[in-house]
C-alpha cells in the first residue's frame, strides 16, 4: 500500500485555478508578470479552492478591497 501525501495549495496557485473575472485571463498562470487580481482570489474563495481564512491573509496587507487591486506575488 502507497500513502499519497498532499500539498495545500498557495492562495495565488489557487486563484490561478480559475478565470479572472476582471480581466477574463484564464486558468494556468497569473494576470499579471507581477500578480493576479483580488477578484480572482475572491472568485477561487467562492469555488471553494480557498479557504476564507486563506483569503483574509491576502487582503491583510491590502490598503484597498476591491476587485481590480492586483494582488503582488500572491499572498502578502
Known amino acids: 500500500m502507497s500513502t499519497v501525501t498532499v500539498t495545500p495549495l498557495t492562495p495565488a496557485a489557487a486563484a490561478q485555478l480559475v478565470n479572472c ?4 485571463k484564464v486558468p494556468g498562470g497569473p494576470c499579471w508578470p507581477w500578480g493576479s487580481h ?3 482570489y475572491q472568485r477561487a474563495n467562492r ?3 480557498l479557504s ?6 491576502v ?3 491590502l ?3 476591491a ?3 492586483i494582488v503582488r506575488d ?3
Open 74 to 76: 500572491g499572498a502578502r
Open 47 to 49: 469555488r471553494g479552492l
Open 67 to 69: 476587485g481590480h487591486v
Open 59 to 61: 487582503v491583510a496587507g
Open 21 to 24: 473575472p476582471h480581466c477574463w
Open 63 to 65: 490598503e484597498l478591497i
Open 38 to 40: 483580488l477578484a480572482r
Open 52 to 57: 476564507d481564512d486563506a483569503l483574509a491573509g
